[in-house]
């Protein structure tokens, strides 16, 4: 058969037979075969199934990767563009056999943060457009946030106003009530994490980094040491140094408490008064259980504010508040009428108008029992 393409090789794919009657596919190409929407590999064969199905383009998600963005230990994130729309995308590209850590290492699972991130479909929460899977390499293919990170913005501009904190936090809130209706926990949750959709003062702000996450029931409790440890909640950190019986989403809150009272004031809760900041002397001040609002830092900010963070870093897990209970709280329900009002203006428009020209929403919402395997994946990982 041939196909007048130019992303299609002249010898793209060749279809056999073995000696047990099995129908084999082995990829011969440049620009790749697709079996499951998994990329074969060139001199690779797989065996095919009833129902299979093989693919020779991407012709949905056609992209190009053109320079590096970001590299880390086991992961680096080049800049791609996404033919179709021409709109530029981050690749996260793992290596699959760096990735391979013993499971009381705290490691990251790359398949399951894969899983998790094709399960979610929200406004603040990163949006993956396609996903091609390699022996040795997974490609993850999201949207590009050209506004950078929330930490790296506060250090340009220093500390928000609280009214810019309060649209942060607020969008920041609707990420993870989501994720907590869904039993996920982000489990690495700082102002790093939190991607701006522009520069402007009150811009979509979208839940990055899915690799340490997990999925949760109320009789199952998380218990590895996890995270980014200015950030972790007592329970969290109890993990490595006692025995404990583990902790739940509420860990989550702890670490929106401290992101809080870091982007209201440029510094950390537990290191801005009299605490070193090294691991050890954070650990001695949060064992304090005693939030402090000095007033260099505090004096133009509101009470509602400062109770609002006193309640998030409650020391007990079952005394500090949770998701649903902060968006309740004073601080927010004072500007809840233009919160919703610059969330329909600013945010939905954006995820609407970017998730139209990537397809991603369509793409998500083919079919339920693609959100079910997805989820069901999820389970299996752990």
């Known amino acids: 058969m041939i196909l007048p393409e130019l992303s299609i090789s002249n010898r793209h794919c060749r279809l056999s037979t073995n000696a047990f009657g099995q129908v084999l596919c082995k990829d011969l190409s440049t620009n ?42 086991f992961a680096q994130v080049n800049v791609a563009i996404h033919r179709k729309s021409w709109l530029t995308l981050a690749v996260k590209i793992m290596d699959r056999v760096r990735f391979r850590m013993p ?30 899977k390699t022996p040795r390499y997974i490609y993850i293919f999201m949207q590009m946030l050209p506004g950078g ?20 936090i607020y969008q920041i809130l609707q990420a993870l009530q989501h994720l907590h209706q869904l039993n ?39 218990n590895t040491m996890c995270g980014t440890y200015a950030y972790m909640a007592p329970e969290v950190l109890e993990v490595q140094f006692v025995e404990s019986p583990g902790y739940s989403c509420a860990a989550d809150c702890w670490s ?43 004096k133009h900010i ?11 870093l409650a020391f007990e897990p079952d005394e500090r508040w949770t998701v649903d209970e902060a968006l309740a709280s004073d601080w927010i329900q004072k500007d809840i009428g233009w919160l919703r009002h610059k969330y329909r203006e600013t945010v939905l428009p954006h995820w609407a108008a970017s998730s139209r020209q990537l397809g991603c929403r369509s793409e998500k919402r083919r079919s339920a029992s693609e959100a079910l395997s997805a989820r069901r994946e999820i389970r299996a990982l752990q």
């Not at 990170?149 to 942060?168: H, R, T």
């Not at 982000?186 to 997990?214: C, I, Q, W």
């Not at 509101?302 to 998030?312: F, G, H, P, Y």
């Open 184 to 222: 996920i926990s982000h489990r690495d949750l700082k102002p790093e994490n939190m991607l701006l959709a522009s520069a402007k003062k009150y811009a979509r702000l979208v839940l990055t980094d899915f690799g340490m996450a997990r999925e949760f029931d109320k009789n199952y409790w998380m």
């Open 256 to 298: 929106l408490g401290i992101t809080l009272y870091m982007i209201l004031t440029g510094v950390h809760p537990f290191t801005s008064h009299h605490a070193s900041e090294d691991e050890d002397g954070m650990r001695e001040a949060l064992y304090t259980r005693n939030v402090e609002f000095p007033r260099r830092y505090w």
């Open 32 to 73: 790749g075969t697709f079996w499951n929407y998994n990329l074969i590999g060139r001199g690779e064969s797989v065996v095919l199934s009833n129902g299979d199905s093989i693919w020779i383009r991407r012709n949905h998600h056609h992209t190009k990767s053109y320079r590096a963005h970001w590299a880390g230990t």
């Open 302 to 312: 509101s009470l509602e504010a400062c109770t609002l963070i006193t309640n998030l």
């Open 149 to 168: 990170d929330l930490f790296d913005y506060i250090v340009k501009n220093g500390p928000l106003s609280e009214l810019q904190a309060k649209f942060a």
């Open 103 to 132: 499971e009381n290492s705290g490691g990251t699972n790359i398949e399951k943060e894969v899983a998790i991130l094709q399960s979610i479909d929200h406004a603040n929460i990163i949006s993956v457009v396609d996903v091609i």
